[in-house]
């Protein structure tokens, strides 16, 4: 039931993330990376979003997503916790492979594609926001990333 709770609460608070992320192209801008290779080809062009946007290192992203999840997983998993190695890695194995589908089918394929707060006023047409590629390359590194942290932190919790 714990492990329920946990990633429920946790999927409703990345929801509220993403949604408090977007709605003007200021906050937008600072996600031109998850945005599909049209816009972003489009965003270089447009004269007002110069100097607005960086392009990330998907190296650099990831590693800053595994010191942010690996610290909030242990945390995580010390409600959850038991003595069993395997318990512990399936249990936040669970909750970050949840969080990781909920983010692609919810949040990027449900509603990133469908809301008008994502798009640019400069690039208004919701056709060139339809190309999934980049959420579900993102959903990859997610799941790659969830796996390594539910075998650290399930095995630092089994240490004590």
Not at 21 to 31: A, E, M, P, V, Y
Request: glycine share 4%.
């Amino acid at each position: 039931m714990i492990l329920a709770i946990e990633t429920i609460i946790l999927c409703i608070i990345f929801f509220l993330l993403c949604f408090g992320g977007t709605g003007t192209d200021d906050k937008n801008l600072k996600n031109y990376s998850s945005y599909p290779d049209k816009v972003q080809n489009q965003i270089k062009e447009i004269i007002e979003y110069q100097g607005r946007f960086k392009e990330s290192n998907k190296i650099i992203v990831f590693i800053s997503n595994f010191l942010l999840f690996l610290p909030l997983f242990f945390i995580l998993g010390l409600f959850i916790r038991e003595n069993n190695f395997y318990h512990n890695f399936i249990c936040l194995n669970i909750i970050g492979q949840s969080l990781n589908i909920f983010d692609l089918l919810i949040i990027d394929l449900l509603w990133w594609r469908n809301t008008k707060r994502i798009r640019f006023t400069k690039i208004p047409e919701k056709e060139l926001y339809q190309n999934p590629q980049k959420h579900i390359q993102s959903f990859i590194r997610g799941f790659i990333l969830y796996l390594i942290i539910a075998i650290i932190d399930g095995y630092i919790l089994t240490l004590f």
